[in-house]
């Protein structure tokens, strides 16, 4: 990862620690009281409601991470190289690891709980489903497609994870600080993880690799009965 990406990746994790201690210092208890009404106002009784149900299933942890190591698995024995298998499995491992962590030491409640508390018990913060699909769909295309197929992928992945996010919120599972962070936790987690998948064993910067010096062009000489 090159300087300035690594930098960039630090300073996300930096973001992710402050949030999380505004949330536990209760500063974001206002913001999000204030703002889920905002998205909740979106569910309907029916049609509308079934369909937010439906999206909010591509954060599913058994689902999306599930398929990232089948993923994994296959994409490793093509490539005969265990590195996609322990990578994503890695991945989501560490992902999942993580977001039970944050949840038991918050200890937010959720909006369905009727409380906006901290450190009162709760497992909300941050949002799984968010960080399952941030990371997992994002992290599929990565084993799945390259070049221009991966980008145009990626742009369906980050339309997945926000509309997933979105969806915690309308159906009032989440507050508006959880997703937040869900989407900064997983796309932290596969950026890390998209680099080891692309760096080719042994490969080193190209800013460090020894230069030959330039070779001197010798003019030929015509010979005595040459022009």
Not at 208 to 222: G, I, K, L, N
Request: charged letters at 10%.
């Amino acid at each position: 990862m090159p300087r300035a990406g690594t930098a960039v990746w630090l300073a996300g994790w930096a973001v992710l620690a402050a949030l999380t201690g505004l949330v536990v210092a209760g500063g974001s208890l206002g913001v999000d009281d204030a703002t889920l009404g905002w998205f909740t106002v979106l569910d309907r009784p029916g049609a509308v409601h079934l369909t937010w149900r439906t999206l909010v299933m591509g954060g599913q942890f058994w689902l999306v991470g599930t398929a990232v190591i089948v993923v994994g698995v296959l994409r490793a024995w093509r490539s005969r190289s265990w590195r996609p298998a322990v990578v994503g499995a890695l991945a989501v491992g560490a992902l999942d690891v993580l977001i039970i962590a944050s949840k038991h030491l918050v200890g937010r409640t959720s909006p369905h709980s009727g409380l906006n508390e901290v450190l009162a018990g709760g497992s909300s913060y941050p949002s799984g489903h968010t960080a399952n699909a941030t990371m997992c769909l994002a992290l599929l295309t990565v084993l799945l497609a390259g070049g221009r197929r991966r980008r145009v992928s990626l742009i369906a992945a980050v339309v997945g994870a926000v509309v997933v996010g979105l969806c915690n919120l309308v159906l009032g599972y989440h507050w508006l600080s959880e997703v937040v962070a869900g989407w900064l936790l997983g796309g932290l987690i596969v950026v890390a993880a998209a680099h080891v998948l692309d760096r080719s064993p042994g490969a080193t910067d190209a800013s460090s690799r020894p230069t030959a010096p330039p070779v001197p062009s010798r003019r030929v000489r015509p010979g005595p009965g040459g022009r």
